[in-house]
């Protein structure tokens, strides 16, 4: 049900948003007051606010004439895993397909706009690719915020889809795997992963959003000696293991604080500390 109400709230976004479409070579930047307070016309994250509500204020779409829906167009994916929510801006939809391609769509008629395609290297492979689960990007300025599979995050132009910088944020060997969608908080690309067996790759990260240079990183999993280190029951900090899996987190803009479960994180300092 909730997937459904999501689904149709983008659908009356683009309904909304179609003559918004920027024209020419004029892109409109999105901004931390725009992420903070969107416009009805616009997806700008996951869960279109930071207090995760999916919730759209849109009211062409409602339960008296909801059944009047028809398809207007439809575009054909790859094969495989596809998880990801797309976000919207100015008439223009952004996605992540199977097989890790990012596209820019028209959300009036379907057609490709760009289409970024990663080179890959030698530790990717097909069946790698099929079962990717990005569950969405995160667009700031003029960029694209993708978390791709092979452990980087990447910024991508909004206009041409080319790559502007990229990061290695998951080293090989560290466990862990780029499952959820990114965030952008004060200027900062937030992520979460999934981790399976090294608590190195228990984490979320913070990125600044135009250099791609670490600002900070939080390990789910408190250590021996840090506040809740001693609810382990004695475990060996390294064996200790927390993922975050889907979700990047909520962001509460009054207290500055970034919340994941029980964990509340200060955002606006380098390091991190619990509130």
Not at 31 to 50: A, F, G, H, I, K
Not at 81 to 87: A, G
Request: charged share 20%; with cysteine.
């Amino acid at each position: 049900m909730r997937q459904i109400k999501v689904l149709l709230a983008l659908a009356a976004i683009v309904a909304a948003s179609a003559s918004l479409r920027a024209q020419g070579t004029a892109f409109p930047p999105v901004t931390r007051q725009m992420l903070e307070n969107p416009s009805p016309d616009d997806w700008l994250m996951l869960s279109r606010t930071y207090d995760e509500q999916r919730f759209s204020p849109l009211k062409q779409v409602n339960k008296s004439n909801v059944g009047q829906l028809r398809m207007v167009w439809s575009r054909g994916l790859p094969a495989g895993t596809n998880e990801t929510v797309p976000i919207v801006y100015r008439g223009i939809l952004y996605v992540v397909t199977p097989h890790a391609l990012v596209q820019a769509l028209d959300a009036t008629t379907g057609d490709l706009i760009w289409e970024h395609r990663r080179k890959w290297g030698p530790g990717v492979n097909e069946a790698a690719l099929e079962s990717a689960r990005a569950k969405g990007l995160a667009i700031f300025e003029d960029m694209i915020y993708w978390t791709a599979p092979d452990g980087y995050l990447v910024a991508l132009d909004a206009q041409k889809g080319t790559m502007r910088w990229e990061t290695l944020v998951n080293p090989p060997g560290s466990g862990a795997q780029n499952t959820s969608a990114p965030i952008v908080v004060e200027g900062k690309v937030i992520t979460g992963r999934a981790c399976s067996d090294k608590r190195e790759g228990c984490f979320i990260a913070a990125h600044d959003a135009l250099t791609g240079k670490e600002v900070w990183k939080f390990y789910t999993a408190a250590a021996e000696g840090e506040p809740g280190g001693d609810t382990w029951g004695g475990l060996p900090t390294e064996k200790r293991i927390a993922s975050i899996w889907g979700l990047p987190g909520s962001y509460d803009v009054a207290r500055r604080t970034i919340d994941r479960k029980s964990t509340r994180l200060n955002s606006s300092h380098l390091g991190i500390s619990y509130a």
